[in-house]
């Protein structure tokens, strides 16, 4: 596939997708059951590793001195940000 | 006389200040030319002050042309300014937008002699009320105004005389061309009080308000609607504040584009429907469910015009599969009506499954189907508890919720022309449906995963925009392939952790403390940032409203710990 950039927006929606993650939480275990507030805090989680991992992989790109920020950037990135979220 | 400018920085402001300070009592007969030169000076000045961004260089220059202006003038000023309380000059200065219409010196200055007699009630217009002496002003008075910047008065000259034909109409006490001059002091004011609609229309069309754009009054509707207040009143209110709960809007996850009207027309059918055969069911089944198919064919007349248009765009090979087989059965199209008016009715959480229970499964995959087409937490409430028999059930026929709303509509095609079979044979109406929907899934097991993974990938792909976002840097289409990925892997440790810490708690619902637990041995949340400054950090305030317990008044706590 080209090497094709996406650049970032200047507006994000700040939404939780409430739905998506019961939905994934449900799908996942069963059994268990995910209080109210519960999936805003895990909302909350998804967004700081989302935020951790893209700095990390910033970090792997600035590094590497490339403009764009490769798939081996994110893998690496990723290698590191899932250990330290492994709880 | 000569000197009474120091150069350190001659600011119009200091300016003004010495001129005023300078003023002599003295006879208010002077020379116009010397009045005008003295009036332009300081209306020089307090225009340059007033545009701001002038650089000080400007300012300067045009504090010093004042000033030699001033000087020259200075002398016969004096008097003049005396005349007019150099006071009530400047608040007219200050009062009168720039914009005020310069008039020509010699014309304004003709009436002179007849301002002094009103010079007291002319203070009191520059003060206050200003519109009420608008006819009485003196010339003398729009000299102050009227000698803006010259380079603005060619402009300032147009708009007078735009003023002075609007002004015509006013009440005047002196001549025409006085009053319009006079009432260039507040000439823009003036105009707001005469005639504030002209000028407002004149200069800015396009603010005029356009009426709202209203669709057209679906009288099938509004008839629907009379019959319903008359049958179940309570439930329109909680059925509409939800357009979108509804089953239809399950399958068009691709055509998005189809409008909402129809939806929420036929949401109001089936709203409708399932209303009537709600409140009908515990009740008389034989013979309401007459009446409210009647209703029914009439709605079905308008449901016809909107179902034409979805099953025209929808996939047309499923609904027809679906009309034929229920050629037979008005009972299973009512039968449908019923329960999709139970899944609408499960949707508002009234509870009352009626006499549907056997459709309960096809009614919370069409619940499923709408919440997962929202993701939002509209549905979430009354659909989180159907959502987690759904979850099961869904995989089971996940293309049937697609596929009922178009049988619905063609269902209701087939209702129009029969009238309501009793609802007797609805056990037997909903068997014959549910092979069928049964069967849909078998066949299409390849696109089976399809739906899943959709909703699946459309909630990931929120987070991958975020990532972009903060990344701040261009990413490859491959990398942010790689980060749903990751996200994949990050929900699924995520969701073990939870359960442990759960177990771990002897409790088999996950707490917010299970995830604080989860986010402090992330290292996310430390001794020194709790997991409220994170809270409040990332998220936004309604949902810091919900996370962080606040006293409000009367003693309570929100939420409640």
């Known amino acids: 596939m080209a090497l094709s950039t996406i650049v970032s927006q200047k507006q994000i929606k700040r939404k939780a997708p409430r739905g998506f993650l019961k939905r994934v939480f449900r799908r996942q275990k069963p059994q268990l059951r995910l209080e109210k507030s519960g999936d805003l805090l895990v909302h909350l989680n998804c967004l700081l590793f989302v935020h951790r991992l893209a700095e990390e992989s910033r970090t792997n790109a600035c590094e590497s001195k490339c403009r764009v920020i490769n798939k081996e950037h994110v893998l690496a990135a990723a290698k590191v940000i899932l250990k330290k979220s492994r709880g | 006389m000569a000197d009474h400018n120091p150069d350190g920085d001659p600011t119009p402001r200091t300016l003004l200040r010495r001129v005023l300070d300078t003023a002599d009592p003295r006879t208010p007969r002077r020379p116009r030319s010397a009045r005008a030169g003295a009036q332009r000076a300081l209306l020089e000045t307090a225009s340059s002050r007033r545009l701001s961004g002038q650089t000080k260089t400007i300012v300067k220059g045009r504090s010093r042309g004042a000033r030699s202006i001033g000087r020259s003038a200075h002398v016969q000023a004096r008097g003049h300014l005396e005349e007019q309380t150099p006071r009530t000059l400047l608040k007219n200065i200050l009062l009168t937008a720039p914009e005020s219409s310069i008039l020509m010196p010699e014309s304004v200055v003709k009436p002179v002699p007849a301002p002094q007699v009103v010079q007291p009630s002319r203070r009191e217009s520059s003060r206050g009320s200003l519109e009420l002496q ?97 049958l179940a009143p309570p439930n329109i209110v909680l059925e509409d504040t939800q357009p979108f709960s509804q089953p239809t809007v399950g399958s068009p996850n691709v055509y998005h584009s189809l409008p909402c009207t129809p939806h929420t027309g036929a949401e109001d059918a089936e709203q409708a429907a399932g209303r009537r055969t709600q409140s009908s069911g515990p009740g008389l089944q034989n013979n309401s469910p007459r009446k409210p ?89 009354p659909g989180a508890s159907s959502g987690d028999e759904d979850a099961s059930s869904r995989a089971a026929s996940p293309e049937s919720a697609s596929s009922t709303p178009e049988s619905l509509q063609a269902r209701r095609h087939h209702q ?35 739906p899943r993974q959709d909703p699946h990938k459309a909630g990931l792909s929120h987070y991958v925009k975020l990532f972009s976002f903060f990344a701040k840097m261009p990413m490859e289409r491959k990398a942010l392939e790689m980060v749903e990925k990751c996200l994949d892997k990050y929900f699924q440790h995520l969701c073990d952790d939870l359960e442990v810490f759960a177990a771990h708690a002897g409790r088999k619902t996950v707490k917010p403390e299970d995830l604080e637990l989860l986010m402090r041995r992330q290292g996310l949340v430390t001794d020194q940032v709790s997991l409220h400054v994170l809270v409040e950090r990332h998220l936004p305030l309604e949902y810091r409203q919900l996370l962080i317990p606040c006293a409000y008044s009367g003693n309570s706590v929100f939420p409640a710990q």
Not at chain 2, 166 to 181: I, K, Y
Not at chain 2, 296 to 309: I, K, P, T, Y
Not at chain 2, 319 to 327: S, T
Not at chain 2, 347 to 374: K, L
């Open chain 2, 416 to 450: 129009f022309p029969e009238p309501a079979p009793p609802p007797g044979a609805a056990v037997l109406s909903s068997e014959p449906a549910e092979p069928l929907l049964v069967r849909r899934p078998p066949r299409p097991r390849t696109t089976g995963p399809r």
């Open chain 2, 134 to 230: 608008l006819p009485e002003l003196e010339p003398s008075t729009t000299l102050a105004p009227g000698l803006l910047a010259p380079g603005r008065r060619k402009q300032r000259l147009r708009l007078s005389m735009f003023q002075q034909g609007v002004d015509q109409g006013l009440p005047l006490s002196q001549e025409p061309q006085g009053n319009a001059d006079a009432s260039s002091l507040t000439s823009s004011l003036n105009l707001t009080f005469a005639t504030p609609l002209q000028p407002q229309s004149v200069q800015r069309p396009g603010l005029a308000r356009r009426p709202p754009a209203r669709r057209a009054v679906d009288v099938g509707a509004f008839l629907r609607d009379l019959r319903d207040t008359s």
């Open chain 2, 293 to 381: 198919a009647q209703f029914l064919a009439g709605e079905a007349e308008e449901v016809d015009a909107f179902a034409l248009g979805f099953l025209s765009t929808s996939s047309g090979v499923s609904g027809e599969d679906e009309v034929e087989p229920l050629h037979n059965g008005v009972e299973e199209a009512e039968k449908k009506m019923e329960e999709e008016g139970v899944s609408v009715s499960e949707m508002e959480a009234t509870g009352a499954q009626g006499p549907s229970r056997a459709e309960e499964p096809e009614g919370h995959t069409q619940v499923t189907e709408a919440e997962g087409s929202q993701g939002t937490a509209e549905a979430k409430g």
